[in-house]
């Protein structure tokens, strides 16, 4: 991840991008692409395709594919946006988020607001339209969950933030099923709770990385408030958990060999990493030393190889 300074202003304060406040249509494109977080949203599609396969026990439809995954974007588009225009003025003072569009003055409040606003209303038309009302329904809940739960009543407030504020990142899973069923199935529901699960000790990792920044705008984060102990201890927890409920699928019939193995060599790796972080946050370990950030990364990796199971294992029964 790449941080940035981020000068002195008060919060909320923009930055004019060039002298007489001249913005560059490129640039401005970009800003806007920029407003939907790009990289969130692939973990999301990592997480809704495979679904389909596995809901179609084969190749689903791809042109259900194409309409779902540019729903998805969409959705979670205007949920990002709104996000940003919700949290413009903390952004402005964290180092971790100085250059978003809103700060640098590249798109205004208003344009924002307006942004995140039609795109949550194209996504869900999309959606009813051309998928199904199910998908659209979770699409609109995953949207208003992450704007008005997340952001708006949990992220100021408590350091359950991200465990509960998480919901909104597991339903794609239940998008991607429902698109193919119009249904939904104990499978999905599985899969969900894999996703609630991996949020916490996908998400805390990076907070202990930049905790100062989180601390500096009074977000309470679990790392913020509590020791790097505590937080390892938590993530060990949920981690365990995490790979307990992954291994379901296989007794209950959804999947294979294939996915149990991927599930038990990836699961296993990331319990190894998970204890390595929790000793050495236990033998008091800080700084650099922490290596916090080679569990988030693996994080991802992880999700990535189970979802990726998950669209292969159809195949292979």
Known sequence: MCVTAVESRPAGVALTPSPGGH??????????????????????????????FLAAQGVPDLWLVLATTLGGYLSAGGANALNMYIDRDIDA???????????????????????????????????????NWLSAALALGALLFYVVVYTMLLKRRTSQNIIWGGIA????????????????????????AVIFFWTPPHYWPLSMKVKDDYARVGVPMLPVVASNRVVARQIVLYSWVMVGVSLLLTPLGYTGWFYTAVALLSGGFWLWEAHGLQNRARAGVTGGKLKEMRLFHWSITYVSLLFLAVAVDPFLR
């Not at 003072?93 to 250059?99: K, P, V």
């Not at 339903?171 to 969900?192: K, Q």
Request: charged share 10%; proline share 6%.
């Open 93 to 131: 003072l964290m180092d971790r988020t100085s250059q978003r569009p809103l700060v640098t003055g590249m798109v205004s409040p208003r344009e924002c607001l307006v942004f995140g606003i039609s795109l949550g209303v194209v996504s869900t038309l999309w959606f009813g339209l051309l998928v």
């Open 23 to 52: 913005r560059p249509f490129g640039a401005r494109v970009k800003a806007f692409v920029a407003l939907t977080k790009p990289r969130i949203i692939e973990l999301l599609l990592i997480t809704t395709v495979p679904v389909m």
């Open 169 to 192: 990142g597991c339903l794609p899973v239940l998008i991607g099923w429902s698109s193919v069923t119009n249904s939904l199935s104990w499978a999905a529901v599985i899969l969900f």
